[in-house]
């Protein structure tokens, strides 16, 4: 078998890296890779572009999230998701219109007893104590506040059973500033999606919030929870079959166990 000479081995190697430069190219540019050369040619998005078909896709699917929870004003919003801790949004969407219809402000709340809250709001889980946190938030909101739901992190994280996320989610749906609850849904769609070593939720959040824009985040948790629910579930795709984990990791073959929040 003859070799090419120097001349033709010059124009190979050339042609071959147009052709491997070719395949890395595409819709998301050259910054794709090649993970395996040859007959199993598969390009892996790294994480800059997979961020951005993340944001893409689910600004796509979810042009206007809406807020899981129901609730009328920042008060409300705030008891909706003290409620939601370690129970499911339809549950308390459930049980709110009946205590709200009797307690849908501070100054009502203070004045009922924790039996007459815990009667209505048993079925959310962690009786009595969510009762008795929406009683004393309830009268230090009056005490301290005016009657009105505080704007900082640090006030909110302050009362009785508010914890980091509660206080995120009303600061951002409520007050517009910008945030990044990350619930069980989020936080099993940064691992699956290699955004996040989920460590923890508050690592997971702030990996998030390093690789999205803060325009971003107060949108992006709604449409990363609707997406969670619908496309990516605890108990079924597992890393493998919705249409981000597919795009973004296409030879991926084993299940993605994710660590619970």
């Given at each position: 078998i003859s070799?090419?000479?120097?001349?033709?081995?010059?124009?190979c190697r050339n042609g071959s890296a147009l052709l491997f430069q070719g395949l890395g190219d595409g819709r998301f540019g050259r910054s794709r890779e090649l993970q395996k050369i040859g007959s199993g040619v598969a390009p892996v998005m790294k994480i800059g572009d997979r961020v951005r078909f993340i944001d893409q896709t689910l600004s796509r699917l979810y042009p206007a999230p809406p807020i899981p929870l129901d609730h009328n004003d920042a008060y409300t919003l705030l008891i909706a998701v003290l409620l939601s801790a370690q129970c499911t949004d339809a549950r308390v969407n459930q049980v709110t219109p009946a205590l709200?219809?009797?307690?849908?402000?501070?100054?009502?709340?203070?004045?009922?007893?924790?039996?007459?809250?815990d009667a209505i709001v048993r079925p959310c889980g962690l009786a009595p104590r969510k009762a008795r946190s929406i009683r004393d938030l309830s009268r230090i909101l009056i005490d301290r506040y005016g009657g009105k739901v505080p704007m900082s992190f640090e006030a909110l994280e302050?009362?009785?059973g508010v914890g980091h996320k509660t206080a995120s989610v009303v600061l951002s749906q409520a007050f517009g500033k910008a945030a990044f609850p990350v619930d069980t849904h989020i936080h099993r769609l940064a691992q699956r999606w290699k955004l996040s070593s989920g460590k923890s939720v508050m690592h997971t959040?702030?990996?998030?919030?390093?690789?999205?824009?803060?325009?971003?985040?107060?949108?992006?948790?709604?449409?990363?929870?609707?997406?969670?629910?619908?496309?990516?579930?605890?108990?079924?795709?597992?890393?493998?079959?919705c249409e981000i984990c597919r795009t973004c990791f296409p030879n991926r073959k084993t299940k993605i166990i994710t660590r619970k929040s």
């Open positions: 070799l090419p000479d120097r001349q033709g081995r010059s124009a709200f219809a009797i307690a849908g402000n501070p100054a009502k709340a203070a004045a009922l007893s924790v039996e007459r809250i302050e009362l009785p959040e702030r990996d998030l919030k390093r690789l999205f824009p803060e325009k971003r985040w107060n949108n992006l948790h709604l449409q990363m929870i609707h997406y969670g629910r619908e496309h990516c579930p605890a108990r079924d795709c597992h890393g493998l079959k």
